[in-house]
C-alpha cells in the first residue's frame, strides 16, 4: 500500500521556523520527484518547493530564501525545513511524490499556522 503521511505542521509566531516530515512507504523513494505544496483556504493549491531524484531544487518565489527541501532516501524520507515564517505563509502543506502521471501521490496534508 502506498502511502505518504505528512508530519511536523503546527502554530508558530511570525518569523518561527517548523519542519516538516513526509514519510514515504510502498514506492521505491529514491526513484520519485518529490515535493510541497500548500493550499490557503480560498487559494488554489501552489508549487512551495520540488526536489528531483536526483537532487536538483525548485523553490516557489514566495519562498525563496526561507525554505529549504530536502531529502533522505536512506529514511524515504521528505523534509521541508521553514524559517522566517510569515502570516501568508498559513495554509495546509500537501507532500507529492510522482515518477509519471500514472504514479503520482498526494498526503492528507498538515497545517501550519503562523500568527502575527
Known amino acids: 500500500q502506498v502511502q505518504f503521511v505528512e508530519s511536523g505542521g503546527g502554530s508558530v509566531q511570525f518569523g518561527g521556523s517548523l519542519r516538516l516530515s513526509c514519510a514515504a512507504s510502498?514506492?521505491?523513494?529514491?526513484?520519485?520527484?518529490m515535493g510541497w505544496y500548500r493550499q490557503a483556504p480560498g487559494k488554489q493549491r501552489e508549487l512551495v518547493a520540488y526536489?528531483?531524484?536526483?537532487?536538483?531544487?525548485k523553490y516557489g518565489d514566495s519562498v525563496k530564501g526561507r525554505f529549504t527541501i530536502s531529502r533522505d532516501n536512506t529514511k524515504n524520507t521528505l523534509y521541508l525545513q521553514m524559517n522566517s515564517l510569515k502570516p501568508e505563509d498559513t495554509a495546509v502543506y500537501y507532500c507529492?511524490?510522482?515518477?509519471?502521471?500514472?504514479?503520482?501521490?498526494w498526503g492528507q496534508g498538515t497545517q501550519v499556522t503562523v500568527s502575527s
Open positions: 507529492n511524490g510522482a515518477i509519471s502521471p500514472t504514479y503520482d501521490y
Open positions: 510502498g514506492v521505491a523513494f529514491s526513484d520519485f520527484a
Open positions: 526536489i528531483t531524484s536526483g537532487g536538483s531544487t
